[in-house]
């Protein structure tokens, strides 16, 4: 198969909102048909209509695994060769003593067993057709400390030992495995964590945001539409799996 996305159908799952919905723009853009899914059908909706391609909407709960056999029951119809799996939920931002056991489970319900379930479900016709694409969104703070964030960092490890061990098993078949590490992104997520650490710490919400930046090297965020390329990037690449790719703007641990 020739590298990139005309042509081909990409499931992107967490793609009403956020980073879901701009990966998914970005490879309508360059002409594939994407089918985005997550839990609400009004803002999966929204992505939709804001395609410059052809594209669909689906509902799934991506850690239910009920609700992730209607999806491919649902997408029967659909030769989906590129996936990419971005669901994901942030979790809470507390010392690890404080995390209740329910809130670590829910994070690594969605961040983890999502990518699995759903990677199940939809690698064996891409195995059968001995061709396909899977990008398994991250993050930077798998790999560096990240306090007070600990169910969250090690779920995103975890995606990536997934990912390894996961290609290593398709790739034979031709199926590429990759994951992604974006490090902060700009949007109402970190929005919500700049503020959580302004009211923890006793600063400006501006102190909190100029403290986490100034750890990278290029003193700033990485974009919603920056991922999106890097994406993007990756599937042009036909020699890449079982990579992690850093898109980080050169954020430092400290």
Do not use: H, Q
Not at 144 to 149: E, F, I, N, S, T
Not at 194 to 202: D, I, K, M, V
Not at 206 to 234: C, I, K, P, Q, Y
């Amino acid at each position: 198969m020739e590298p990139g996305v005309r042509g081909r159908t990409a499931l992107v799952t967490g793609g009403g909102n956020g980073l879901g919905r701009a990966i998914a723009v970005a490879l309508s853009r360059e002409g594939a048909r994407v089918v985005v899914t997550g839990r609400r059908k009004s803002v999966l909706d929204e992505t939709v209509a804001a395609l410059p391609g052809p594209g669909r909407a689906a509902v799934c709960d991506v850690a239910d695994p009920s609700s992730v056999a209607a999806l491919a029951a649902e997408l029967a119809d659909e030769e989906i060769s590129v996936l990419v799996n971005n669901a994901g939920v942030a979790g809470p931002v507390k010392p690890l003593t404080e995390v209740e056991p329910e809130e670590w489970d829910e994070v690594f319900a969605v961040n983890v067993r999502g990518v699995y379930l759903v990677c199940r479900a939809f690698l064996p016709p891409m195995v059968e057709r001995g061709a396909g694409d899977v990008v398994n969104i991250a993050s930077v703070s798998g790999k560096r400390p990240l306090l007070r964030r600990t169910p969250y960092c090690a779920s995103k490890m975890a995606v990536i030992g997934l990912t390894a061990t996961l290609a290593g098993e398709v790739g034979p078949y031709g199926v590429a495995v990759n994951s992604l590490s974006p490090g902060p992104v700009e949007g109402p997520r970190m929005a919500r964590n700049f503020r959580l650490e302004a009211e923890r710490t006793g600063v400006s919400y501006d102190e909190a945001e100029r403290a986490f930046v100034g750890r990278a090297a290029l003193g700033r965020m990485v974009t919603e539409s920056e991922v999106a390329a890097a994406v993007l990037a990756m599937l042009r690449m036909p020699g890449l799996c079982a990579a992690d790719i850093d898109l980080s703007a050169g954020m430092v641990a400290r």
